[in-house]
């Protein structure tokens, strides 16, 4: 069993800057692919970025992409979503997700086997 805990959530006013870190329990963490999702309201769930087990590949929603840094530290078990620019619609809960063993990084959600708890964020205009 994986526990995935994230921090680092709170209100900011737009064009404000968040750290996201997420903690993973597993001792295998450097073999998984991470990922970063959100919902909003009323909304579904959806991608923001991913990263590969070796950090050599990031993917990102278009909606974020220059704004939203992905990164990981293997020797911590920890992935960190940096964001800059903020906006008001990107308030959401946002959740880190460990796809276990994968060989690459994926954007759908389905292929994310342990889900964290998740981070409140909330944008302010």
């Known amino acids: 069993q994986v526990q995935l805990v994230e921090s680092g959530g709170g209100l900011v006013q737009a064009g404000g800057s968040l750290r996201l870190s997420c903690a993973a329990s597993?001792?295998?963490?450097?073999?998984?692919?991470m990922g970063w999702f959100r919902q909003a309201p009323g909304k579904e769930r959806e991608f923001v970025a991913g990263?590969?087990?070796?950090?050599?590949?990031?993917t990102y929603a278009d909606s974020v992409k220059g704004r939203f840094t992905i990164s990981r530290d293997n020797a911590k078990n920890t992935v960190f979503l940096q964001m800059n620019s903020l906006k008001p619609e990107d308030t959401a809960v946002y959740y880190c997700?460990?796809?276990?063993?994968?060989?690459?990084?994926?954007?759908?959600?389905?292929?994310?086997?342990?889900w964290g708890q998740g981070t409140q964020v909330t944008v302010s205009s």
């Open positions: 997700a460990a796809d276990v063993n994968a060989w690459d990084v994926t954007r759908s959600s389905r292929a994310y086997d342990y």
């Open positions: 597993e001792r295998t963490f450097r073999s998984d692919a």
């Open positions: 990263i590969s087990w070796s950090g050599g590949r990031t």
